[in-house]
């Protein structure tokens, strides 16, 4: 068999970003001062007036759900039309994440800590198309304690799904120190944050460390596939009886849930596949 790896190339990629902290350190101000922001607000905090007037300044926009299944529609959306916004916030997740909590252990019990699996896998799925979405996200999280051994505290950290922060290149601990605001980097995948590093948090001094041009450049919309693609992909995978588990995969490596969140070049690689198959090929 020919091996398949390739040398790897750098690419530029858009801010992936968690923010946390206490109540008053600034969360959703340092996040609603990146470019063009489509804010998701999960309470209603974006009604103040100073919050009001920066968003329209920027360019921005406002979403108040607490509604899990809402805010995937307004992803999928983001990902697939033309728009003009560059920065998805999500303030605060930790408000989501809890009602979608209580809507998994409505339907499907709380018995083994099944609604918590059912969360999971829905939190996934939204970060899948976080990851593919060409935006900065940002995504804001309450603080909570974290406890050592013999209850000990050993300071704070998000209050959301306790996998959250393997979904991120960057997460930052916010706190207020005084008239300003320090970042505390928490963990980094990118060389110009080091993890532990404290430095005043602004977005300028991000968009000095990360890049401006990346943070500002305009968002690319996907083309996802079309109605014909979705059925004749159907089609096939009924008619040559495609294992469940092998077209599971082909949705979890286009980080897709279904079929109608797939790229169009994607799911028509999927069809030609089959296609393949048919011919003998």
């Known amino acids: 068999m020919t091996l398949r790896a390739k040398k790897p190339e750098k690419t530029e990629k858009r801010l992936k970003a968690l923010f946390y ?29 100073q919050y009001v007037d920066l968003i329209n300044a920027n360019g921005g926009a406002v979403f108040s759900t607490t509604d899990f299944d809402e805010v995937m529609t307004e992803v999928v959306s ?43 896998k829905k939190v996934k799925q939204l970060f899948n198309l976080l990851l593919r979405l060409e935006m900065n996200v940002v995504v804001t999280c309450h603080a909570k304690r974290e406890y050592g051994a013999n209850l000990s ?30 970042g505390i980097i ?17 977005y ?12 500002e450049k305009d968002c690319v919309p996907e ?29 979890e490596k286009s980080q897709s849930s279904s079929f109608v969140e797939m790229n169009t070049d994607i799911i028509q690689k999927c069809i030609d596949h089959l296609n393949k198959q048919i011919k003998g090929e």
């Open 21 to 49: 902290g206490e109540a008053g350190a600034g969360k959703t101000t340092a996040a609603i001062n990146f470019p063009s922001v489509y804010l998701i607000d999960t309470e209603k905090g974006s009604c103040n007036d």
């Open 78 to 120: 983001l990902l697939s039309e033309k728009h003009g916004y560059k920065t998805l916030i999500i303030d605060p997740f930790t408000i989501l994440y809890n009602d979608l909590l209580e809507k998994s252990e409505r339907e499907v019990g709380s018995e083994f800590g099944r609604h918590y699996a059912h969360s999971g």
């Open 153 to 182: 505290v050993l300071g704070n950290t998000f209050d959301g799904w306790k996998k959250l922060d393997y979904l991120f290149d960057l997460v930052f601990e916010i706190q207020k120190r005084g008239k300003t605001r320090a």
């Open 186 to 202: 928490r963990k980094s995948r990118i060389e110009a944050f080091p993890d532990g590093d404290t430095f005043t948090f602004s």
């Open 204 to 215: 300028e001094e991000i968009a000095k460390r990360y890049g401006k041009d990346i943070l």
């Open 223 to 251: 083309i996802l596939a079309t109605v014909e693609q979705i059925t004749e992909l159907n089609r096939l995978i009924d008619l040559l009886k495609i294992p469940d588990e092998v077209w599971q995969k082909w949705l």
